[in-house]
């Protein structure tokens, strides 16, 4: 299993499961990150955290405990 969290910068995956429950998943899914869907890692902040990806054509930043729940190949 691999995490949004463990791609390096400049690599492009999908979503293949999204971990987390209630509000956390349902925030996840409201900000486009959906099962099937391809999130391109843009870099990463000094420190790793947050990360900037592209999903569905628009910028996102995400929180590294956001990157852990979603699963990718």
């Known amino acids: 299993m691999k995490t949004l969290k463990q791609v ?12 987390g429950e209630g509000p956390v998943r ?13 999130v391109f890692i843009r870099k990463a902040a000094p420190l790793g955290d947050p990360v900037e990806v592209t999903v569905r054509g628009y910028e996102l930043s995400l929180r590294k405990a956001d990157a852990e729940m979603i699963e990718v190949e």
């Open 8 to 19: 390096p910068c400049g690599n492009t995956v999908k979503v293949t499961k999204l971990h």
């Open 26 to 38: 349902r925030r996840i899914m409201d900000m486009g990150i959906t099962k099937g869907v391809e």
